[in-house]
């Protein structure tokens, strides 16, 4: 009975799982990579759960055990997922701060070229003047 409850808790936690991923992947809270290992972790879940050879290890847990086995299991995925979101949305950020940097850079050397245009102007009709005197 307690190694049904156990298979039963990795199918459901593997499915969410995947769910998860897939849900903040779609509304960009994580980046792809992070949502394919996470999709990888959690068919492995459900696939442990599911097939009996990858489950033999589920009898032999009490049920105290496997409670704790899944609340402690179940509070490191969170905080990986959560390393996954704080991460996925730097790397965002840092690509949105280079594309930021190299549209500036672009501008500058516009403004740059048109000041050097600006100047050669201006030396231009410094020497007409210095000429007509």
Do not use: H
């Not at 990795?10 to 992947?25: D, H, K």
Request: proline share 1%; glycine share 6%; hydrophobic share 50%.
């Amino acid at each position: 009975m307690e190694s049904t409850l156990i298979k039963g808790g990795l199918i459901l936690a593997g499915t969410v799982l995947m769910v998860s991923s897939f849900w903040m992947n779609a509304y960009k809270r994580i980046t792809v990579n992070f949502a394919v290992i996470w999709e990888l972790l959690g068919l492995m879940l459900v696939l442990t759960g599911i097939i009996p050879v990858f489950s033999q290890w589920t009898r032999l847990l009490s049920s105290g055990t496997g409670l704790a086995f899944f609340c402690v299991g179940g509070i490191f995925l969170f905080e990986e997922v959560r390393t996954s979101v704080l991460l996925s949305e730097l790397t965002m950020k840092n690509r949105e701060l280079a594309m930021q940097v190299s549209l500036l850079n672009q501008e500058n050397e516009y403004m740059m070229n048109e000041l050097e245009a600006l100047q050669k102007i201006v030396e231009d009709m410094d020497e007409k003047d210095t000429v007509c005197r």
